[in-house]
């Protein structure tokens, strides 16, 4: 017999496994005979729950399930043990029932799933089991009510045969209910096996059978090949409906997912479906168009008169139609559409239905439409909603004025041709930003020169690898922006020096002196009384550092972390989650002036704040919400207080372990993942599910990698694009539904994701003025020591305006807030609603420019006395 097959006990006691060796019939197979039946030979099991049991052709104790194997399948050695589903299941291998049979093709679906729930096992039982082992159906056989329930409920069968014909052993009727009872019922059918009508009886009503839930009424008859044309009769008629059904569904939910806007009509035209993008396109409740002709709806007065005629021509001959169509909103806009028409051809040739598929036409005209911009052509602050009217204190990198003044050249441009042989040639898969420079490039064949002249400094800027960072240098270039900024955004790979920093570990601090609590609840007093106002954005930090002996991340996270349910997101105890975070607090430097434990516990704080916020929390699931928790916390772990340009130009061991590339986020990110891991007493994912493990672990690492400066403005320019102007383009009531919003998309959750944890990494200016005094102090503080360092080795000095001895801190707060933080935190409170942060922003700002304006003054005074 090959392995033993695989068998699963249920909680009954026993389930009998039958092989199918043709030896094991319970009939003759060269004959379809309806003699008796010989008794059944297979395999019982002992298990705790209950005692050995002969084999007999009696049903095992209450709930056993029969599953049958066939005899190549208990060869192939696969076995799944006693733990598992309630019911083990495997497809037989065809019977040779008769010489007929033998000739027959199989054309039954492999996944069909027959139950057969029978009391007692007699020739009925058997010729439907026999019957599913020809047609190649996986088959199983219940005994009792709840034991066919849960096989159903684990199985999901697609037909199942229930035997009518004696009610002492169990009601068929209250089965077949107590079936339908459930979702998964709505595509099974479920057949009754009546009794032989006597000749002095009136052959039964069906109703009863149909009101309580059966599809079909089976006659007995325990012939073999009669239950095979049955079920092959059911499955080639309702089960493949079924399936064809539950294959619609799937596609009507890719439908209402498509950006794309969808309809379907009639094959006279009268509207029988529409997408959610369609409804936003046009403007339409769906309840408004279903039903209604085509030529009811108003129409644009923008198309040539005879184009519906030559639409109705084309597909009407079965032929697809595409092109460039002018439809009419419910407001009574018109806008361009790019359109699709498909004829779907029916039974017979006849065309059943019409599907369009309309994209949205964005040309210049349609965008004054769409987006309502451009209405005086002066103005050109009103090329952006007003809520993206940022505040830009910074200069612009791009001098115009240089491109046009190349004007004086022109008699010697004027037949300046671009002749096709300078495009950038097209690939097979063509990236985006192939594609603009292909389209600028057949711009300029025909434009005038001064256009021409124009795109050459486009594509220039295109052709840089940096698209989103600004351009420093200037002459005019502030020297603490251009430091700042450079010392931020750049690998400063400037090798003047054969030097190395060698990257020192953590030396873990004693706290000897500060009882750690066993559980959130056993926090000391003074601990608590400051945490509970830990929900407030006004949240002294270093309150809590001073209190907590410098561990203010242990006590914040566990009363934050158990205020967002993580513990029982990760099904972890509170003893793990304390553990894990102490192991990465300890791996924080106390010894660095800002990042520390205490910088990590306010990012920590500012997330949890962020994700308070209504449309933060409508935008994000829970597994998001864990994601930016753990990712606060652990963003700057092991931090040596130098910058990723120092670490490059140092030749550091992380820098070249890294390749120079996000050196010290890769580093938290790897160490975070090691510390939690390596020991079970503090791995808060040890319970989880592996996908979503990964799940989990992909987006912390996305958002750690996301506090590296140098995609600073990239990451903003993409929020902005994809979350704040169609957000804006929705409170204004704009007609453009080109980018719907779309906040619960994948990728969208990723930018949001990507810009709260920035915000919080660098929510210093935006804190109350004496906390931001103190960070800003601190920061100032970490890089001193940097330029100090970097003069002792000889390396290059990656921001020289940070001398202790000359640096003017308020200039550096002044840049930092122009270049990094102004635009960003507009950006994030037109999505979060941010008001307090803002004004704090402002009054910080405010204060830092009176401190930089009172110094320059009491520097020109004895040169104006």
Known sequence: MGCAPSIHVSQSGVIYCRDSDESNSPRQTSSLSQGPTAPLHGLFVQTDAADAMPPSRAAGPSGAVRVRRSRAELGSGSSTGSSGPAVTTCRGRRRHCCSSAEAETQTSYTSVKVLLIFAKEDS?????WWACDRAGYRCNIARTPESALECFLDKHHEIIVIDHRQTRNFDAEAVCRSIRATNPSEHTVILAVV????????????????????????MEN??????????IQIEHGEVRSQFKLRACNSVFTALDHCHEAIEITSDDHVIQYVNPAFERMMGYHKGELLGKELADLPKSDKNRADLLDTINT???????????????????????????????????GKIRHFVSLKKLCCTTDNNKQIHRIHRDSGDNSQTEPPSFRHKSRRKESIDVKSISSRGSDAPSLQNRRYPSMARIHSMTIEAPITKVINIINAAQENSPVTVAEALDRVLEILRTTELYSPQLGTKDEDPHTSDLVGGLMTDGLRRLSGNEYVFTKNVHQSHSHLAMPITINDVPTSIAQLLDNEESWDFNIFELEAVTHKRPLVYLGLKVFSRFGVCEFLNCTETTLRAWLQVIEANYHSSNAYHNSTHAADVLHATAFFLGKERVKGSLDQLDEVAALIAATVHDVDHPGRTNSFLCNAGSELAVLYNDTAVLESHHTALAFQLTVKDTKCNIFKNIDRNHYRTLRQAIIDMVLATEMTKHFEHVNKFVNSINKPLAAESEGSDCECNPTGKNFPENQILIKRMMIKCADVANPCRPLDLCIEWAGRISEEYFAQTDEEKRQGLPVVMPVFDRNTCSIPKSQISFIDYFITDMFDAWDAFAHLPALMQHLADNYKHWKTLDDLKCKSLRLPSES
């Open 124 to 128: 009925q039982s058997d010729g439907f």
């Open 195 to 218: 009794s032989q009508a006597s000749d002095d009886h009136e052959e039964a009503s069906v109703l009863p059978l149909l009101h309580a839930g059966f599809n079909r009424r089976f």
């Open 222 to 231: 325990s012939s073999i090949i009669a239950c095979y044309n049955e079920l």
């Open 314 to 348: 084309c597909i009407k001959k079965g032929k697809e139609w595409q092109g460039v169509y002018y439809a009419r909103r419910k407001s009574g806009d018109s806008i361009q559409q790019h359109v699709k028409i498909t004829p779907v051809i029916g039974q017979g």
